[in-house]
């Protein structure tokens, strides 16, 4: 199989294809992107040197509503990663019942060499290149890899300089200062959290003390290894760049977490044998827990004996090459596309119940559309407001898709989700028809 994200998306759609209600001529037309757009952008940096980056915004699907989608920025960002990722939230919001179409984009670049100037002038530059195409009822931004609140306020402000007054609702994932929501920041993460809550509860298994893998300590697995840490679960190793900590007494989360948010990796958080303090200890199985990790590399983590594993990094990591190594009885899949075809058909084969990307990650756009929602009414929600339609949504989601699978009999929890996605889709394209 291929390693092309566009291709493996193609690849999960023909899957559902032969299980969906969906006519063959609306199919044709679900598998390329309405729009793609790449741009050339030169910014001055810091040094005096005028760098020139390339960047890209795919729409893929409009029928539903309005585009939404993140921007990241990443030295591997490609034409044909935004245009899968592009595909895969086209249908993620028709999952979870969204009126959103799908789009994404990214600009080629490594953000750790670049001034907090420098990242300031690359996404002005890039929201010049690409403001024709976005707008409150047209394409919605948010952030991505790498970007953040601060990138959607630069968004956002430039987007309102040429309008000539403040637009709110172009972009979300703003800053609560200028129209951001509580709860977004986290939402993603806490979607995570909530599904693998309910797969535990459909599986008829205990969260209690289950073991959790999660690699990427970013801003989702951080959040979700925070949420599950706090229903109970026992988190025995997570990642950045630099290793993966394990540990199987459990890590101290959030010894972690402020180690990391202080710009810290997890190798010098390993090396450094940070403990908790005595009154942070907390009793396991009778005992008393310290966190003293050992560092992993990031392929281990994917392959420990855990009842659940939780990629939250990038597309592409378990592949025909490594699935035979993967011991998670479960997984849920934070990230986008972190599973290829060739991979979701061994554990398949395995009975290994997979949470698909375009369910578990669902809570980051939830909460962007009641963002939007909010800006358009000039009127705001509290956090309460906000986790709870969250919950209720994923929840909705969740049950609709094991609905689908048990019902139908379908082999896995993807195929069920992608049959009503596609369904959902195609039914907006039968309605609307074809112009001209």
């Known amino acids: 199989m291929t390693d092309d994200p566009f291709e493996n998306m193609l690849a999960q759609m023909d899957r559902a294809k032969a299980y969906a209600d969906v006519d063959d001529g609306v199919f044709e037309r679900l598998k390329h992107p309405e729009r793609t ?3 050339t952008l030169p910014v001055e940096l810091d040094s005096g040197e005028v760098e020139v980056f390339e960047g890209f915004r795919c729409q ?32 993620k919001t028709a999952l979870v019942d969204l009126p959103y179409g799908g789009a994404k984009g990214g600009v080629i670049c490594e953000p750790k060499d670049l001034t907090q100037n420098d990242l300031e002038s690359l996404t002005r530059r890039y929201t010049e290149g690409i403001r024709r195409m976005i707008g409150p009822e047209t394409d919605v ?67 209690s003390g289950a073991t959790v893998a999660i690699q990427g300590f970013g801003n989702v697995g951080s959040n979700a290894a925070r949420l599950l840490d706090e229903a109970g679960a026992r988190i025995v190793a997570t990642s950045d760049v630099s290793g993966a900590a394990y540990d199987t007494d459990g890590l101290d989360v959030g010894a972690l977490a402020a180690h990391v948010t202080a710009g810290g990796l997890i190798e010098e958080y ?12 907390r009793a396991t199985d009778g005992g008393q827990r310290w966190d003293d990790p050992d560092l992993i590399g990031n392929e281990d983590l994917l392959t420990l004996d855990v009842d659940v594993l939780i990629p939250a990094a990038v597309e592409g990591v378990i592949t025909a090459d490594n699935v035979d190594d993967l011991r998670a009885s479960a997984m849920v899949e934070a990230a986008n596309g972190p599973t290829t075809v060739a991979a979701d058909e061994v554990l398949t084969e395995r009975d290994v119940q997979v949470v698909p990307d375009i369910l578990a990650n669902a809570g980051g756009v939830i909460v962007s ?17 906000v986790n709870a339609e969250l919950e209720r949504r994923m929840g909705t989601a969740f049950d609709q898709t094991i609905d689908q699978y048990d019902e139908k009999g379908l082999p896995d929890l993807r ?21 001209p």
């Not at 195929?415 to 112009?435: I, K, Q, V």
């Open 37 to 39: 757009l790449k741009v």
């Open 60 to 91: 893929f699907d409009s029928a539903r509503g309005p585009f939404k989608g993140g921007v990241r920025f990443h030295p591997t960002v490609s034409q044909r990663e935004v245009e899968a990722l592009a595909g895969w939230m086209t249908w």
């Open 141 to 207: 931004p948010a952030p991505d890899m790498n970007t953040n609140p601060q990138t959607m306020a630069w968004m956002m402000d430039t987007y309102s300089m040429y309008e000539g007054h403040s637009v709110p609702q172009v972009v979300t994932g703003k800053p609560l200062e200028i129209g951001g929501t509580p709860g977004r920041v986290e939402a993603t993460g806490r979607g995570v959290s909530i599904v693998t809550e309910r797969l535990f509860e459909y599986l008829d298994r205990d969260l």
């Open 270 to 281: 390993v090396a450094g044998d940070i403990r908790a303090s005595p009154e942070d200890r």
């Open 369 to 385: 559309y009641l963002e939007w929602v909010q800006n358009a009414q000039e009127f705001s929600w509290p956090l309460e407001t």
């Open 415 to 435: 195929t069920a989700a992608y049959t009503l996605a596609l369904e959902r889709t195609a039914s907006a394209h039968e309605y609307r028809g074809l112009f």
